[in-house]
């Protein structure tokens, strides 16, 4: 055992880089959200690249173009939206009934009709 004692030995030394602090998340204003979530909408965007080119996590805008497209206020714009919508003419009528021409499809709503139930029916006129 006494010889033990005087034998070389071998010790690996370890160490460790200090653990960086976290970064605190960046509190995006609305604006700029707009902003973005507009631009990935646009046909051909690249969201990833948006995303990279702003210092943001791709699935961070992602997940807010997500949102804002399922709240219904937003929709991608497509070949058929860049042409502008033209009226032939214009009738006045002497009903309450109103007339809201969406495209190739034409909406008609009764004066007393409730500002929620008419935004629920022309989403749901968009979507289709």
Known sequence: MSGSVNQPRTFEVLTAAPVRARRKPRDWPNEEKERLIAETLVPGANVSAIARAEGLDPSQLYGWRRKALSSGLVAPLTETAKTA??????????????????????????????????????????KA
Do not use: M, T, W, Y
Not at 99 to 123: A, F, N, T, Y
């Open 85 to 126: 919508v033209k009226f032939a003419r214009v009738e006045p009528v002497a009903s309450s009934a109103v007339e809201i021409v969406l495209g190739d499809v034409v909406v008609r709503v009764g004066g007393d009709i409730e500002s929620d139930h008419l935004v629920k029916k022309l989403r749901a006129v968009r």
